[in-house]
């Protein structure tokens, strides 16, 4: 059963241009959706995240857009770079279950 | 000074062996995790500890068994492997195991069942 569903499922980008990573959950209860970067060959890492009593959260480049009545959040990528050219993962969590639940991830392709 | 580190990085090995995977961490953290990723790079939570004790064990074959002999330490062991479990094993840490701390990943363990 998936709970979080991630979309798409991979992107290609010119450098300098915007890339939007959806995602969408089901359960009312997750009160806390990080999103995480994953390059080849490496482990996952913390990119973002947020809460559910905002609508938005930006730091850098990267901004997560959060829709509490939609159950949907998005990662938005300014001004992307070759460099951004990775896995994105949304997750989503909620204290009673003590764990992440992962979205499918995105594989961004950022073309110079 | 890796943070997460995963021993082996490559892991080959026959159907029915057994074989174990390392994972140890510097960070002082209390919780430490093991995920499966499969081909899809689909990430999925196996198990779970916090301070030694179990506190995550989702849906996996019981021939896969968690050891965590302290804090800093969690191996993966498992028996009679099969085609199936051919996959990426990431252990992770963070602070507390609460939900909102961020997870350190390591480098992943490959394995391939032949």
């Known amino acids: 059963q998936q709970q979080v569903k991630q979309s798409p499922q991979s992107l290609i980008v010119q450098k300098g241009g915007i890339s939007i990573i959806n995602c969408a959950y089901e359960?009312?209860?997750?009160?806390?959706f990080p999103w995480y970067q994953q390059f080849p060959g490496k482990g996952p890492a913390l990119l973002i995240a947020?809460?559910?009593?905002?609508s938005e959260k930006k730091e850098g480049r990267f901004t997560i857009s959060f829709n509490k009545s939609a159950k949907q959040f998005s990662l938005h990528i300014m001004d992307s770079q070759p460099g951004d050219s990775a896995t994105y993962f949304c997750a989503a969590y909620m204290d009673s279950s003590y764990k992440l639940i992962f979205g499918s991830g995105t594989r961004l392709l950022v073309r110079p | 000074d890796t943070a997460v580190s995963q021993t082996p990085k490559y892991l080959v090995t026959q159907m029915g062996n057994d074989k174990s995977i390392k994972c140890e961490q510097n960070?002082?953290?209390?919780?430490m995790y093991w995920y499966k990723q499969d081909s899809k790079k689909f990430l999925k939570i196996m198990f779970s500890?916090?301070?030694?004790?179990?506190?995550i064990n989702e849906t996996v074959p019981n021939r896969f068994s968690p050891k965590s002999p302290d804090k800093a330490h969690l191996n993966l062991h498992i028996n009679s492997l099969e085609l199936g479990d051919s996959a990426v094993y990431f252990c992770?840490?963070?602070?507390?195991?609460?939900?909102?701390?961020?997870?350190?990943f390591g480098p992943g363990t490959r394995l391939t069942v032949l």
């Open positions: 960070l002082g953290h209390d919780t």
């Open positions: 500890y916090n301070n030694k004790e179990l506190i």
């Open positions: 947020i809460r559910p009593d905002v």
């Open positions: 992770a840490s963070s602070p507390h195991g609460a939900g909102t701390d961020t997870q350190y």
């Open positions: 359960n009312t209860a997750f009160d806390y």
